[in-house]
């Protein structure tokens, strides 16, 4: 009876440190590895995923009279659903926001309407934040 304690006892006490050494060395492999491996990269800033973001634009109508509607639409890349896009004109050389304005639906898509009043060419795109589309003319009679 005696052996088969003193076994018994053994077997518990070697599976024991056995238990213990491979948990010992297996967290120390982990340590080494992660020490060993490179260090993440922070993150992409803001800036840096504007940069990636565009927009795109199409008019409804190139050439419109004085007050008609005309559709923007466009897909916009790097963007979230539901930010705010606004329409420029170009007076001079500067760019001015417009009234009009809509969001990104679903799909990266929008649509905005806009009354134009000022005869002429006018030269207008959509913007958010600092990312703007390429410009598309209309023609107001």
């Not at 213990?20 to 982990?30: D, E, I």
């Not at 995923?49 to 634009?57: F, G, P, W």
């Not at 806009?114 to 703007?132: F, H, P, S």
């Amino acid at each position: 009876m005696k052996a088969t304690l003193r076994s018994r006892c053994v077997r518990t006490f070697a599976a024991g440190a056995l238990s213990a050494a491979l948990l010992t060395a297996g967290s120390v492999g982990t340590f080494a590895h992660a020490a060993a491996s490179p260090k993440p990269k922070p993150s992409p800033s803001t800036s840096a995923s504007k940069s990636t973001a565009s927009i795109t634009v199409k008019a409804s109508s190139a050439s419109v009279k004085a007050g008609d509607k005309v559709t923007f639409t466009g897909r916009t890349k790097g963007m979230p659903i539901g930010s705010k896009l606004v329409l420029q004109h170009k007076k001079g050389s500067k760019w001015t926001t417009l009234q009009a304005s809509t969001t990104v639906k679903q799909g990266s898509s929008y649509s905005l309407d806009a009354k134009l009043n000022d005869k002429g060419k006018q030269e207008l795109r959509i913007k958010y934040d600092e990312v703007t589309s390429p410009s598309v003319t209309v023609t107001v009679k």
